[in-house]
């Protein structure tokens, strides 16, 4: 793996995050659960290999919300900022909501793994104008 360094956390600060590895995949969600989570049109989650993840501050600030069988959101308890999901399929990744990553770095995926992601949920009026790979599901 690529050198890199990424932190991160919540809005307040209160939840705090070290990446030493940079992602395995980056996507922009447009299904539905995370579109009212996080109250945004979609999302940006970058998957991580859960061994190069640490939080540095904060663990016992987060509360958890199972959205699906699949996936456990996690948020700060003080300032309501989604941080990661848990995604019971994966369990030695963890996925990164990547907006949370400070400076807005850049989370180290390869090129091929950037897209779209269940495009069908996508509302109807914001129209997708880049040329990112569009999935109806996950990856497909
Ligand atoms: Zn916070
Ligand atoms: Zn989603």
Redesign the pocket.
Known sequence: MADLTLTG???????RYTITEPALDTHHCHCGICRKFHGALFVTLSIFNRAAFRYDK?EQ?LGSFASSPNVTRHF?K????PVTLDLTQLPDKIAVATGTIDEGAHPGHPEGTYRHAFVGSKVPWYEIADRLRQCEGFDA
């Open positions: 956390g919540c809005y307040c600060g209160n939840v904060g600030n700060c003080t300032c309501g900022c």
